[in-house]
């Protein structure tokens, strides 16, 4: 799975954004081209850094109300995925970028990331007279048992 992620990454995005040069470039030509990429650059920077302040005025409202920002805190960092594929040159990576800009499309994605955690995870909540306590424990599926024995470990329960 880690390597077809990584060929997808290191081959797959690279070669289809060189074809969408290349099919760009015949339609409106090279300096046009050329212009555009940094324009979105630009521009994704921009509303990056806009975005950016308003995800912090959010995670501060989150956190003044009493309540664990962590929708807040997936994405920011979702907005931080869409500064880094604005800043890489291309085009598919820039529409994905601009994508993530939207914050409704950001928050719906947000939150099926974190109910995808969810589902990995137990999760207590408990009143203290010091306040609410939230423990959390991530539980992890794993297929085949014997994969995690380490027969020679010196961790392992004697």
Known sequence: MVLLLLLVLFVGIPAVEIATFIRVGAAVGVFNTVAFTFLTAFLGVVLVRWQGFRALEELKQAMDA???PVLEIVSGALLLLAGILLLIPGFVTDA????LLVPPLRRLLATLILARLAEK??????ETPGGTVIEAEVVEVVEDPERLEHRDSPWKDK
Do not use: C, H, I
Request: aromatic share 8%.
């Open 66 to 68: 009493g309540r664990p």
């Open 96 to 99: 994905a970028g601009f994508l």
């Open 121 to 126: 995870a137990e999760v207590r909540v408990r």
